[in-house]
Structure formats: C-alpha cells, structure tokens
C-alpha cells in the first residue's frame, strides 16, 4: 500500500478495452502463481480475491462458463483459495459457485467498506498461521457434505470431494453429510429427532445455493417451516433475489439467535386465499359493472420500461413534435375497466386501459374530424399497465366502483375488497373499493401441468400461417385506396383507424443516461419452448424472407425473373 510500490505499478499497468471475461482475470493469477511453484508442488498459501460488475459472456456465457470450470479444475491444483466480490447487477450466481468449488466465500457487496473488511481479513489470514489443506472425500454412503465454519466465516458444499484452504489454526469447523433415502425408509426410521431448524438444514440449503441448485435449497428452505424466510425467498430467482437468499441463510447460521425474530410454523404453509389470475379473471368477465379510478393507478404505478415520448428525431438530436395530439374526452379521472393479457413466456401480466380521444391540430387546436373522406370522430388510444412484471406483482391495490351488487359479492366472497385497509361488507354503489393484489398468490398451488409434447409443433403451424397472413395483409386495403392511406398516415392513422404517433426515448444517448442516473437497467428472464433444431419462434424467417430464400419468383408473361419478391 506505499505510494507507487511495485505492486501498485503493477495493478496500474493493466489496461482494458471493453469485452472482458472473468477467465481473463483468473488465467493471469494463474500464472503469477506458477511463477514461484516447484514442479509437483503445490506451493504457499495464495488467495485470489475476484472483483466483477457483470456476466460472463464474452465470447458466449457457454464458452466462457466451460472455461472457468476448467480454470477451477486447474486452479484446485495448487494451495489456493478463491473469494469473490459480487458488485451492482454482476452475476452472483456464477460468483458464488466460483467461490465455492475454490473454497472462498462470495460477497454482495454494498459499500466500500464491506469490500476493504473482505480483503483486509484476507491479508490478515495470509500473514497469519494456517492449517495445510484439508480433503474430505464423500463415502459412497452419503450423496452430499458441506463444510461449516463460524470463526472462518465459511460454507462450502460438493456432491465430491471437499478441499478446504484458508483456515487459521484456531479455526474450528463441521462436516455435515446427507444422504438420500426413499419415502419407505424414512417410514421405518424411529427415534430420529426432526430440527427442522438445526444448522445442518440450513448449510444444506446454503451449499446447493452456492451450487447452483435452487429449486433443492428452496425444498430445503420450506423444511425449516421458517415463514419468515419462505415468504421472502421462496420466489427467489435473479441475481439480486438469490444473493439476498444466501445473505439470510447466512445469517442464521453465524448467528442462530436471528432465528428468535422469525416466525417459524408446524409445517407447511399452503395459501387458501384465491390467485391474482382468479381476481383478474372476475375484473376482466364484469368490466362492464366496474370502473377503475385511473388518477390512482398512475400515481401508484411503477413504470417498468423506458418512457417514451411522442415526436421523432432529427439528424442533430433534436426533437420534433408531431403536428398533431390528442385529447381525452373522458375527462381522466374514471375508465372502464381493463382487459388482460398474460405473457408466459416473461410471467408478465399486462391491463390494457382504452380511453376515447379526438384528434386535434396542434398549431390552431382544432379538431380533425374527417381525413381521407373517413370520418375520425371516434378514435381510441390504448395505454398498458404491467400489473405482474417478471413474476412480480407490480401494483398493490386497483381502485374501483362497482356498479352491480352481485359482481360485488363475488369480489367480496374472495376477501380482497377493502375500504381504507379493512374488509367491506356492505355494497354501496357509491364507494370506492380496493381490490387488493399484494398478497395473493399468482397460481394456485395445487395446480397441475400436463405435457408439452407436440405443443411446439402445433404452434409453429399456426405461427407460419398467421405470419403468411399478415404479409399478405400488411400495408394493404379492400376497403381504402393508395391515396387515402398515404393520406392516413400523415394524420398517424392506420388503415383500421388506429393512432400510430412516432416515439421516441427522453435522452439522445443511452450511456449517458444511464451514468447520469437518469435511467437505470435490470435484468429479466424469458422461458421459452422449442426443440433441439428449433430453440424458439424468434428464430424462424420472416414470411417474406423465407420467400426470398426458398422460392424464385417469374413474370408470367414476360418470363423474366423477379428480383424483389413478396407475398
């Protein structure tokens, strides 16, 4: 830490261009450690500490992912010990497995202290005494270990065999080992005690987290019957969430006593309250018995997507408004109430608000009431709200009236009508309810899926067919001339009438926004379907690219080939 030591030129000297991957890094420490390793030797004591504020995808995550398991193999070969600082969106998961196979520990780290304690503690082991390496090989009687230690402050798991690197001579630790039995073993088993919330149960949970195997550390997780934990991680799934989960377990283990502030339960809780897709489903069926306080679901709304405003860009970056608006005609304060849509591919639920609008002039305000000879007095502009976003429910109450007593029993039955926080009895026509959302579970629990196979191929056909269709359909008209839709879309109208305004985003420069904090990003997940020689829909052609690809297209009476062809 002197000014402008050897080690500090050396850290200086490293430059990077963008692009880089974690097995960079990782290969460099490599060989600075074989540098003072005698042949068969595993040398001194080395710690790596591993800094990342992103994912491994350089050149593909696959490729980069096989060559830090690879890197881990090597690096198992020498006396070293691997810690990991997780930092801003970087991928926690991969870090955490990473410290995990080189016995380290992984931190999300959240201030600049928490960062110096992490190395600081390293430095300290380094110049200390320590233990040689410890191997603890897995008997075929068992199926997993984990290896606990609370003055180490270290957790590490393996269906293999445990190296443990890093250790004071002081430090004590504790092998805990699993095995699987069937549900006709465990029927015999008798006086085994069941600590559901013994320390063995929570380090299994922590080592397949570290692992990787979420959907087994949240069995493991609901076996603590700890609801306090099971409500905030059982939906566990990005990077953040699962840091957060390891944090928790962590918790509890280095210090039991947090488990005295949690509300731990006889056994598993199953909701009986109805799912959001029952609510909804209710809301969507009697839309024309409700509307919907629309000032209070835009002051409570989160926005999810970038904000995007009306106008276009010019060769400079500025903004240019389109010559026309609209204004609503509702007056803004109550609309009916939505319609649904649900996306499982991203388990997104989006509401689909429509308001009626008239078309206005911008530069006089008058109202265009005729374009093209077709009369444009009843136009609509539509407006969605994601109520469920990435599996997440978005908004905590929907602000209604209910015209229709026999709707308002209906919502009343499901216990999720309420009036300044508590349940409502009464009907008045007059009032406002809340239809809570908050604390609903998304799908029944006890629902059950059958097989997918053949659903993909059924699906392909139609998306085949429906993208032939809508070629053929596309910027045509049996209704409407050339004329008249070249004299809708200067007054941003469609052929079926629809109010297409060019948009645009609030900042000219993504990168800028982003470190001004202007905007910020976060990550999301796509389940998708598919087959081994089809991933998914996004990898088929355009209809008139597959077309151009498969067919060659003649004049029938000139017998000349076309170029340029097109459904």
């Known amino acids: 830490m002197e000014k402008d030591s050897s080690y500090l030129q050396e850290i200086k000297a490293i430059r990077t261009r963008g692009l880089t991957c974690i097995s960079q890094s990782l290969e460099m420490a490599k060989t600075l450690i074989e540098e003072f390793v005698t042949p068969g030797e595993q040398g001194e004591l080395t710690a790596i500490t591993l800094h990342s504020d992103g994912y491994a995808n ?49 931190l999300k780290t959240k201030n600049i202290k928490e960062i110096y304690d992490s190395i600081s503690e390293t430095s300290e082991l380094l110049i200390g005494s320590v233990t040689p390496p410890i191997e603890e090989t897995l008997i075929k009687e068992y199926d997993y270990q984990v290896f606990v230690s609370k003055t180490a402050k270290k957790i590490n798991g393996s269906s293999e065999t445990l190296r443990i690197i890093g250790l004071k001579t002081e ?44 959907n087994t550390a949240k069995y493991g997780l609901v076996s603590t019957f700890d609801k306090t934990l099971i409500k905030k991680h059982a939906k566990a799934l990005t990077n953040q969430e699962i840091s957060e989960f390891t944090q928790d377990v962590e918790q509890v283990i280095f210090n039991p006593s947090t488990l005295e502030s949690h509300e731990i339960l006889d056994g598993v809780e199953i909701s009986n309250k109805p799912t959001v897709m029952e609510i909804l489903n209710i809301l969507e ?136 926080g508590q349940l409502v009895d009464q009907y008045d026509f007059r009032c406002e309810y809340d239809v809570r959302l908050d604390n609903l579970p998304l799908v029944n629990f006890a629902d059950s899926y059958g097989s997918i196979e053949g659903v993909f191929e059924e699906l392909l056909q139609a998306k085949i067919l429906s993208s032939i269709l809508s070629a053929h359909l596309k910027e045509e ?13 200067q007054y941003y109208l469609s052929k079926n009438l629809y109010l297409n305004f060019p948009t645009t985003t609030e900042y000219t420069d993504l990168k800028q926004a982003l470190t001004q904090g202007t ?26 690219k597959f077309l151009e690809r498969i067919y060659e297209a003649y004049d029938q009476e000139t017998g000349e080939k076309i170029k340029k062809t097109y459904f």
């Open 58 to 106: 350089h050149p593909s995550y696959n490729g980069e992912s096989r060559h830090l398991e690879q890197l881990n193999q090597e690096l198992s070969k020498f006396n070293v010990f691997v810690n990991t600082i997780s930092y801003s969106y970087a991928d926690f998961k991969l870090l955490s497995k990473i410290s995990n196979n080189l016995s380290g520990s992984c």
């Open 171 to 214: 430090d004590e630790g504790t092998f805990y080992k699993y095995k699987k039995i069937t549900q006709e073993e465990y029927n015999k088993l008798s006086d085994v005690p069941i600590k559901q919330q013994d320390e063995s149960v929570f380090a299994f949970v922590k080592g397949n987290l570290s692992e990787g195997n979420i």
């Open 285 to 420: 069926t009697h839309n024309n018995n409700i509307i919907l306080n629309l000032k209070h679901l835009q002051d409570n709304y989160q926005r999810r997507g970038l904000k995007r405003i009306k106008g276009k860009r010019d060769k400079d970056g500025n903004l240019v408004e389109p010559s026309f608006k609209t204004e609503t005609i509702d007056g803004g304060e109550y609309v009916k109430m939505g319609t649904f849509e649900i996306n499982r591919n991203t388990a997104n639920i989006n509401m689909l608000v429509t308001r009626k609008v008239k078309l206005v002039r911008v530069e006089d305000d008058k109202q265009i009431t005729e374009v093209a000879g077709i009369l444009v007095n009843d136009l609509n502009v539509y407006n969605n709200y994601t109520l469920v976003g990435d599996g997440e429910i978005n908004i905590q109450s929907l602000r209604v009236k209910i015209n229709n007593k026999q709707v308002f029993e209906e919502l009343k039955a499901k216990g999720v009508l309420e009036k300044e």
């Open 477 to 489: 008209s049996n209704v409407y001339t050339s004329e008249q839709l070249d004299e809708l879309k």
């Open 519 to 544: 905007v910020d990003s976060r990550v999301s997940y796509k389940i998708d379907i598919g087959t081994t020689e089809i991933l998914n829909f996004s990898k088929l052609h355009s209809a008139n």
